[in-house]
C-alpha cells in the first residue's frame, strides 16, 4: 500500500487513475481546484477508507505544504486543459504549468518527498516533422505556451530530483480520449452536435492528424512505466503508433449517434488554432522496449470512446433532435 496524492485527480484522466489506485489497495488523497475537474468522477469512492478528496488549488501554497504531509508518492496531473484559453490569457500557463509545478516539488522537498510521476505532453516538442519523434529528438521548441508551460515544468522536476535527490517518472502524452471528458476534440464535437445535429463546425481543414490512446489505456502506461523503470529521471513518450484525422473522429461520432446528413463546416487552414501542431506521430519504442504497448490503433480508441461518450450522455438522436 501507498500512500499517493493526486493532483487534478477529479478530471478525466485524474479520475480513472484514482479508480485504479483505490482498486490496487492504495491510500489516495485527491487535490483538486474543480475548475475543470468534477467530484462526481470519484463519487464512488467518497467515504471510503483510504480515500480522501480536498478541493484547493496548486497556487495556495501553504495549504498545499500542509495537506502534501505524509504522502509517499505524488501524481502530479493538474494542468490548464484547453490549449486555446492561453490566446486570451497568456498567463493561464506560466502558472498552471510552471508555477504550480514549481509549487509541488517545493512542497515535497519541504516534507522528505521523493517520488512524482508527472503528466507531460508531446506538445513540447513543437512542429515538428511528420516522423514518429523520440524522446531524446531535440532541440524542443513548442509552438503553443501549454506545450511551454509543460517543457518548463520537466526542467524543474529534472532540477529538483539531481538537486534533492529525487525521482521521477514523466510521460509525454498523445492525445487521450475516453469517457468523463471536459474539454478537447470529441467533447467540443458533442457539445456542437447538441446544440445542431444538422451542422457542426471543424476548426481547420479537418486534416490534422493525431495519435489518440484511450484513458484506461493511458493508466495502464503510466503505471507500467513506473513500475518497470528506476533511474532518476525516468521520461517516456506514451501513445500509440497509428493516428486519426479529424474529420475521421467527426464522422465516427456522428455514426455512434446515429445521426445523418450531418453537413461539416471547416475553418480552414492547416492548423484548428495559433498553437495547434498539424500533424503528430508518436515514437513510443522506449517503453515499447520495457514490455508495453496499447491493445487498441488510435482508430479503434475514437470508436470505442464515441461509444462510451454516447452511452455517457445519453446521447441518442431522438433525444437531441429538436
Not at 478528496?53 to 508518492?73: C, M, P, Q, S, V
Not at 481547420?204 to 495502464?220: A, I, K, N, S, Y
Not at 488554432?273 to 490503433?297: A, E, F, M
Request: with cysteine; charged share 25%.
Amino acid at each position: 500500500m501507498t500512500k499517493c496524492f493526486v493532483t487534478g485527480g477529479a478530471g478525466c484522466i485524474g479520475s480513472h487513475l484514482v479508480d485504479r489506485l483505490m482498486a490496487d489497495g492504495n491510500e489516495v488523497t485527491v487535490y483538486d481546484n474543480l475548475v475543470r475537474g468534477k467530484v462526481e468522477y470519484l463519487k464512488t469512492h467518497i467515504g471510503k477508507d483510504g480515500f480522501k478528496f480536498i478541493e484547493a488549488d496548486l497556487l495556495d501554497f501553504d495549504k498545499l505544504n500542509e495537506l502534501i504531509k505524509g504522502h509517499e508518492l505524488i501524481f502530479h496531473l493538474a494542468a490548464n486543459q484547453d490549449l486555446r484559453v492561453a490566446l486570451n490569457d497568456t498567463s493561464i500557463d506560466l502558472y498552471q504549468e510552471t508555477v504550480a509545478t514549481y509549487n509541488v516539488l517545493e512542497a515535497m522537498r519541504r516534507n522528505g518527498i521523493k517520488k512524482i510521476i508527472y503528466t507531460s505532453s508531446g506538445t513540447i516538442y513543437g512542429d515538428t516533422p511528420v516522423i514518429p519523434i523520440p524522446e531524446d529528438y531535440g532541440p524542443t521548441l513548442p509552438i503553443s505556451l501549454y506545450g511551454a508551460g509543460k517543457l518548463a515544468g520537466e526542467a524543474l522536476i529534472t532540477a529538483f530530483c539531481n538537486t534533492f535527490d529525487m525521482q521521477a517518472w514523466v510521460f509525454r502524452f498523445a492525445n487521450i480520449i475516453g469517457p468523463r471528458a471536459t474539454h478537447a476534440v470529441m467533447f467540443d464535437f458533442v457539445n456542437k452536435l447538441r446544440e445542431n445535429p444538422n451542422e457542426m463546425e471543424i476548426l481547420g481543414d479537418g486534416t490534422q492528424e493525431r495519435p489518440f490512446l484511450h484513458v484506461e489505456e493511458c493508466v495502464d502506461g503510466v503505471l507500467f512505466g513506473f513500475e518497470h523503470s528506476n533511474d532518476r529521471a525516468n521520461l517516456f513518450n506514451l501513445g500509440c503508433e497509428s493516428f486519426t484525422n479529424i474529420t475521421s473522429v467527426a464522422r465516427i461520432l456522428v455514426e455512434e449517434m446515429g445521426l445523418n446528413g450531418v453537413r461539416f463546416k471547416y475553418t480552414g487552414g492547416e492548423r484548428g488554432w495559433p498553437g495547434d501542431v498539424p500533424r503528430v506521430r508518436c515514437n513510443i519504442d522506449k517503453i515499447k522496449s520495457l514490455g508495453w504497448q496499447p491493445k487498441l490503433t488510435s482508430d479503434l480508441a475514437v470508436r470505442r470512446t464515441a461509444k462510451e461518450m454516447v452511452a455517457e450522455l445519453g446521447l441518442l438522436k431522438q433525444k437531441i433532435e429538436k
